[in-house]
């Protein structure tokens, strides 16, 4: 069985790149009249929407994050739409990893049901997920080798600091649950962490306290305002690696011009090793 952590190292070796795209199809992908079709019409266009994507950016990234309320939002169309764009990447791009944007968190039956569904049914690689119950929340992604699981830990919305803030024993929650996240829950290496671009001071306190290997999932480029490069040295290791830095909205106008640009302003920032 390959490892969770040996697929994403191949197809960040194979692409070269850092760079991960996310599939959130816009509400007004739908014309007025287009918004009173038969739900099979709205999932074929919802796919076709996808797919031209992918097939735009798939040679510049190492993995694609479909957002599932983004798909949710269109009701059974967008589910089946989902569905259908996770059968074309698993058939026609494996080596990249796919990221469900799901935030999952719950305890017993219900988390597994969630894992049934994502890992199983969708074949996501990996899975964001929400810490707040603790592990056994986590448990039922993490115990699998072979798929990943990050954990939603420093963000940059504006109440973030509601509770990411909060000190205890001298260092903020958000920092405990990295540390958790790095050590305990990573026995698997297949622990991974959301850490805000946005942030660049806590990417670097971030990387401190994970040590080297460990990687963190960065959104916030573009259009939330953070800088790519600025992310990258502050977040990556000393290999020029341990980030994935994940783009949506940036990406929509121009797919194909964007998310090369992208690869080639994350790789203009990785330090080399001879």
């Not at 031209?52 to 949710?72: G, M, S, W």
């Not at 990411?164 to 990573?186: C, F, I, S, Y």
């Amino acid at each position: 069985m390959e490892t969770f952590a040996s697929r994403l190292a191949a197809s960040i070796a194979k692409s070269d790149s850092l760079a991960c795209v996310g599939l959130d199809p816009p509400a007004d992908l739908l014309t007025d009249s287009q918004s009173g079709s038969d739900p099979e019409q709205i999932a074929q266009l919802l796919t076709n929407w996808g797919i031209d994507i992918i097939r735009q950016t798939h040679q510049f990234v190492c993995a694609f994050k479909p957002n599932l309320a983004f798909y949710e939002a269109f009701g059974s169309a967008g589910v089946r739409a989902l569905e259908a764009t996770m059968r074309y990447l698993n058939e026609n791009h494996p080596d990249i990893i796919t990221i469900g944007d799901a935030k999952r968190g719950d305890i017993g039956s219900t988390s597994q049901a969630h894992a049934k569904y994502l890992l199983d049914h969708l074949n996501f690689d990996a899975v964001t997920l929400n810490p707040y119950l603790g592990i056994d929340a986590l448990s039922v992604f993490l115990e699998r080798a072979d798929k990943g699981g990050i954990v939603v830990c420093r963000t940059s919305n504006p109440s973030a600091d509601d509770f990411q803030m909060l000190e205890l024993g001298g260092r903020p929650l958000w920092q405990h649950v990295l540390l958790k996240a790095a050590t305990e829950w990573n026995r698997n290496a297949n622990c991974l962490a959301v850490i805000g671009a946005t942030r660049p001071d806590n990417l670097r306190q971030a990387r401190k306290i994970a040590g080297e290997h460990f990687f963190f999932l960065v959104p916030g480029v573009g259009a939330q305002g953070g800088d790519v490069q600025e992310a990258v040295k502050a977040g990556g290791n000393q290999a020029g690696s341990g980030v994935i830095i994940t783009s949506s909205r940036s990406i929509l106008g121009s797919p194909a011009e964007a998310a090369a640009q992208l690869r080639s302003e994350i790789n203009q920032a990785r330090p080399r090793l001879a």
